[in-house]
């Protein structure tokens, strides 16, 4: 059988994963990219699995299975998806807000801020595609929003997972490790390896996050204590409370049109499954 296609979010927020999952090209071949890419390389078939958007589990429920107890979330505060400002809320209505490409979750949850949470009437634009003189606020993330949050320049900065968990109560889950059903049908074995290689490489990166700090400041600079603290923060599972953290999202994505209603979460080696008809272990 062919390696399995397998894409990696190329930012250092799904290094505690990667860290210590070793190369095997006989199980799996390594495709490193920003989420939306990954999205687009699942849903077309390129890929086989990846960590991608949580959106993209809702698009197309029926062609997908998600990982079990994977999942990058945090409960409260990420400091990686940020919406900058240089003035406050009240003074954003029919403005634009900028929005970059890498992230289409996050986005979407922009979408759902403005239109369910504050009712405002901003334009999300693509980057770039709007004059300055029209921006209100910059969404960024993922290490593009570690680095401009570590200069101090932005009076204004609203972190998407402290928003959420005041709003809601529950955890924010940003991306899922997904499947792709026809592969689970033909390649399941090699799936469940893979699968229990990532969780034991997730166990190893949580345990060390000291390595995985001074990784990100290799890559990115700053101080590695900066990083350790930010991986304090992720979780890496997806347990009972990340569950329902996702089935609110996806709600409030149907709420505000984005995606159809009744999302139902089905998990690889099960059947569909709803919270409580599953036992899951406690997210890392």
Avoid: K
């Avoid at 994977?70 to 400091?79: A, N, Q």
């Amino acid at each position: 059988m062919p390696a399995l296609r397998f894409g990696r979010i190329n930012f250092v927020n799904v290094l505690p994963v990667h860290l210590h999952l070793e190369p095997d090209p006989g199980l799996f071949q390594e495709i490193s990219a920003v989420p939306s890419v990954l999205n687009q390389g699942l849903r077309s078939g390129e890929l086989d699995l990846a960590e991608v958007s949580s959106l993209e589990y809702a698009r197309q429920p029926g062609d997908y299975l998600i990982l079990a107890d994977l999942g990058l979330s945090t409960r409260g505060p990420v400091g990686s998806v940020l919406l900058l400002s240089d003035r406050p809320r009240g003074q954003w209505a029919g403005g634009v807000i900028e929005a970059p490409f890498e992230s289409e979750t996050s986005v979407a949850l922009l979408r759902v801020f403005l239109a369910r949470l504050w009712r405002l009437d901003c334009r999300v634009a693509p980057e770039g595609e709007a004059p300055a003189s029209e921006l209100v606020a910059r969404l960024r993330i993922g290490d593009r929003a570690l680095n401009e949050a570590r200069t101090g320049a932005w009076p204004v900065v609203l972190d998407f997972g402290a928003l959420w968990q005041v709003w809601t109560g529950l955890p924010l889950v940003y991306a899922l490790w997904l499947a792709r059903r026809e592969t689970a049908e033909t390649q399941p074995q090699a799936l469940a390896r893979l699968h229990q290689r990532l969780l034991a490489a997730r166990d190893r990166g949580v345990a060390d996050r000291a390595g995985c700090a001074m990784e990100a400041a290799r890559r990115l600079g700053g101080d590695p204590g900066y990083y350790r603290d930010y991986f304090t923060r992720l979780r890496y599972g997806l347990g009972p409370e990340e569950i329902r953290g996702l089935e609110r999202f996806y709600a409030e994505l149907a709420l505000s049109g984005q995606v159809a209603g009744g999302v139902a979460l089905r998990f690889l080696g099960g059947a569909e499954t709803s919270l409580g008809e599953r036992r899951m272990e406690p997210a890392r």
